[in-house]
């Protein structure tokens, strides 16, 4: 069996893992594959599920994809970040086994609009046990 045979045995037979990763339309949660996860697909409080769905319903109503003069609605990206990254630290809190993903798409857009193919390092990090966010090399495509 080959190292990546192994590694789609290993998805499939350990499916504990989360991406938390902002996008329209998106509640933010994300299975390995690339699929959106039902948020009742994740054991976690009702109250974290609600964190998770105030902070999706924040990026929906950004409009940031609009020129800048068309713009109402734009995103404090600082303070979006910072509050999805405590969301994803909180997942891993409660959910100590589970392998969680902060997947930075404020990173990714200003390198992607710079006309790069960023190495999913600079925007793909692991929560840890302790929460650091430790950079990731072989994350999914979306």
């Known amino acids: 069996m080959s190292r990546h ?3 789609e045995f290993e998805i499939v037979e350990n499916p504990d893992y989360v991406r ?4 329209y339309t998106s509640n933010g949660i994300w ?3 690339g699929m959106h996860m039902d948020p009742e697909e994740l054991p976690v409080s ?3 599920k609600a964190r998770l769905e105030q902070w999706a319903d924040w990026y ?3 409009d940031d994809f609009n020129p800048p003069e068309e713009r109402r609605n734009r995103l404090d990206w600082t303070k979006f970040n910072a509050e999805g990254v405590a969301i994803a630290r909180a997942i891993k809190q409660a ?3 589970w392998t969680v993903v902060w997947w930075d798409e404020k990173i990714l857009s200003e390198l992607v609009n710079l ?5 999913r390092s600079l925007y793909a990090f692991e929560v840890t046990s302790d929460g650091t966010l430790e950079p990731l090399e072989n994350e999914p495509n979306r």
């Open 5 to 7: 045979e192994e590694d």
């Open 20 to 23: 938390v990763m902002p996008e």
């Open 31 to 33: 299975h390995f594959d």
């Open 46 to 48: 009702d109250d974290l």
């Open 60 to 62: 929906n109503i950004n």
């Open 95 to 97: 959910l100590p086994a």
């Open 115 to 119: 006309g790069e193919t960023p190495q």
